[in-house]
Nanobody, 114 residues
């Protein structure tokens, strides 16, 4: 199995930046692609960014151009750099495989104030 721990969230003003981190441990060889998901209050969880083993990335339209997903295989960590944050980016952010295979971590809260 794989354990996932997210960190790096916080409270920021609109226009600010955050870098989220996802540390994986366990059978990480089972992961072929990793995604950052988010769940805003009252909304369903959605996938916002993805990266596969080759480093190919993709983004939801809602974050495209403002976010960058990257990975450090040596550190077993996937990052999500988020810039030009908007109040609508407020959510709990999670990482998991694509398709989701593992239990959700505790997530990291991002609050963007206008």
């Amino acid at each position: 199995q794989v354990q996932l721990v997210e960190s790096g969230g916080g409270n920021v003003q609109a226009g600010g930046s955050l870098r989220l981190s996802c540390l994986a441990s366990g059978s990480t060889n089972l992961i072929t692609a990793t995604g950052w998901y988010r769940q805003a209050p009252g909304k369903q969880r959605e996938l916002v960014a993805a990266i596969n083993r080759s480093g190919t990335t993709s983004y939801a339209d809602s974050v495209k151009g403002r976010s960058t997903i990257s990975r450090d295989n040596g550190k077993m960590t996937v990052y999500l750099q988020m810039n030009s944050l908007k109040p609508e980016d407020t959510a709990v952010y999670y990482c998991n495989s694509i398709p989701r295979q593992f239990a959700w971590g505790q997530g990291t809260q991002v609050i963007v104030s206008s």
